[in-house]
């Protein structure tokens, strides 16, 4: 949706996503694409470059959603990546909400490894007494050779440090990872080193996704080259069913809930492991249905 007039609504431009658990949020769009927008799976940006969006059509959309969206109790700053946006200019956004939207009770966004190393801690504290509740954080694999591959642009025990600092700082974390980025040939390897990775960083939250190919993107063409083969549905489970099984969350909620997997999971760690595996038996046995192809989606 593309608006431009403040009476006409929000300045949405381009594709824009959010997290599931946002579907009723306020939708605050504060950046543009990216700033890294170099992951050979991602398709969601190609079709912007990163900017910061003006101070004052930031305000527009603060004041339009003051009048309109006055039932709405949580915020999510969009695009791709808000916590790179300078510490000052973060604040400046989070007091306006606080000033003009004060039934909002929790903001998030999305954040990557390289945008959270650029907050001190007391920065992120900071954010946090002002409103910022949730980040959101793409680690996609444990795997430092599939992170390669996947030009993720860090480690694996740089994002467990970063996972961990926003924690700290008194942030709920949500983190997904990506069942098939491995491809076929590092399916399991991938499977156990990301449980370990989760087991390490210990978020609130973790989501797995199914990887979509989307044309266009580099790993599409490496699967049409014959470079990259995407697990079948049986050995996606088997890969799901691995890295549960080596998860360790102290409360955490595990879930696979989203549209683009087979099987909606929802277990909290530790507690419900042992169902979530048997579910995934279940399936693999044939037992229980999986969700048919074509209703999956990103
Ligand atoms: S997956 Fe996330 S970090 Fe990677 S290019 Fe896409 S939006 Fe950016």
């Known amino acids: ?45 190609k079709d912007k470059r990163f900017t910061i969006k003006d101070d004052g059509m930031i305000l527009q959309d603060i004041l339009f959603a003051s009048r309109y969206m006055k039932r709405q109790d949580r915020l999510f700053l969009m695009d791709g990546d808000v916590l790179i946006i300078p510490y000052k200019r973060l604040l400046w956004i989070l007091e306006r909400i606080r000033e003009h939207l004060p039934w909002v009770k929790r903001v998030g966004a999305y954040a990557n490894a390289k945008s959270i190393k650029m907050k001190t801690t007391e920065e992120l504290k900071s954010l946090h007494e002002h409103g910022l509740g949730i980040l959101y954080l793409g680690v996609e694999s444990g795997d430092e050779e599939t992170l390669k591959r996947i030009n993720k642009g860090t480690t694996a025990i740089n994002l467990i440090q970063m996972g961990r600092k926003v924690m700290e700082a008194g942030i709920k974390l949500s983190v997904t990872v990506l069942l098939g980025v491995a491809g076929r040939e590092r399916s399991l390897i991938h499977a156990r080193a990301t449980g370990e990775l989760l087991s390490a960083m210990d978020p609130d939250y973790v989501g797995a996704l199914t990887l979509m190919l989307i044309p266009g993107t580099p790993l599409w063409k490496d699967y049409e080259a014959g470079i990259f083969e ?43 492991k042992q169902q979530a595996l048997d579910l995934i038996d279940g399936a693999l046995a044939g037992r229980i249905g999986l969700r048919p192809e074509e209703f999956r989606a990103l």
């Open 1 to 45: 949706m593309d608006c431009t007039s403040e009476n006409e609504g929000m300045h949405y431009e381009g594709m824009i996503i959010r997290p599931p658990s946002e579907a009723f949020s306020i939708l605050l769009q504060v950046t543009m694409g990216c700033s890294h927008n170099k992951c050979t799976f991602c398709g969601t940006y």
């Open 230 to 272: 995407m697990p079948n549905t049986h050995e996606l489970l088997i890969e799901l069913r691995e890295m549960i099984a080596h998860t360790d969350l102290t409360g955490g909620l595990f879930f696979s809930n989203h549209a683009s997997n087979y099987l909606p999971v929802k277990a909290r760690l530790p507690q419900q």
